[in-house]
């Protein structure tokens, strides 16, 4: 893999991952073996056809825009591969092939890093515009046996590129409090930590109002209509969680037309809770 611009660790751990996870789902598409190459691509000569561009809009923990470039005659190669003809010319058809392609690439690829980065989602479509948000550009090479070599340009927009930065320092963070505890034997050492470097970092939590066992088969009978009965009564606090751990309790109120929380406890010092 050649990368044209230094990129940070997460966000070419991002692209390296994503890149590999398309290759496993290319193999699968066209029954030969592909992989990335280190080997710096040659000089080419100038190519006056638009490239194909495909557009993944990520969606959930993370958000932002990556857009994929490919020279038109290896976007050829690369729908040779998946329909498993001969193309002379790229078009309408092979071009649903190759976002079929990303696409399924897209979704093993959510699915792998869910415990890394949460749940999120990829959306791929056909792009007929360079991004106009391309902080980060990294060039990849796909090779297969028959000795085809495909670059592809890996364009990341500023906004998922700052996730995947704050997300990098909030783990060097963790870590930081993790090694400190071991050595001391005390949680005292968290406090010592930064928090300001990761204050910006977007965290999911989640409100509470009951839970409840279910049995397969009350889950199989479940209907428009169906009441399940929680195990918290009316006059119960709600709980607020973040990523499963309880760290507030209050009551439900109704702003603008949305639920929210009026916190009324806190359970504990909530920096213990951020950075454990």
């Known amino acids: 893999m050649t990368t044209e611009m230094s990129a940070g660790r997460d966000d070419q751990s991002f692209s390296n991952s994503f890149f590999n996870t398309l290759l496993r789902a290319l193999t699968d598409a066209s029954g030969s073996p592909w992989e990335a190459i280190d080997a710096p691509e040659p000089e080419a000569a100038p190519d006056e056809a638009e490239p194909i561009r495909i557009m993944l809009a990520v969606a959930g923990s993370l958000r932002g825009k990556v857009q994929l470039e490919f020279g038109r005659a290896e976007a050829s190669i690369l729908a040779s591969a998946l329909l498993r003809e001969k193309v002379s010319e790229f078009g309408e058809e092979q071009q649903d092939a190759l976002v079929k392609l990303v696409a399924s690439g897209a979704n093993a690829f959510c699915s792998e890093l869910q415990d890394e980065y949460g749940n999120f989602t990829i959306n791929a479509s056909a792009a007929f515009e360079p991004i106009s948000d391309g902080a980060n550009t990294v060039q990849l090479t796909a090779s297969n046996d028959a000795g085809n070599r495909v670059p592809v340009l890996m364009y990341t927009d500023s906004l998922l590129m700052n996730q995947l930065s704050a997300h990098s320092v909030a783990r060097s963070a963790a870590a930081k409090v993790g090694t400190f505890g071991n050595a001391a034997g005390t949680a005292g050492f968290a406090e010592q930590v930064n928090l300001d470097l990761v204050l910006d970092v977007e965290l999911n939590v989640t409100l509470r109002f009951g839970k409840r066992q ?63």
Request: no cysteine; hydrophobic share 45%; net charge negative.
């Open 214 to 276: 279910l049995t397969l088969r009350e889950v199989l009978e479940l209907t428009s209509g169906s009441v399940v009965e929680l195990d918290r009564q009316v006059e119960e606090p709600v709980e607020l969680l973040l990523d499963g751990v309880l760290i507030a309790r209050g009551e439900a109120v109704v702003i603008d037309g949305n639920y929210g929380l009026r916190v009324t406890e806190v359970s504990q010092p909530l920096s213990s809770a951020l950075l454990r």
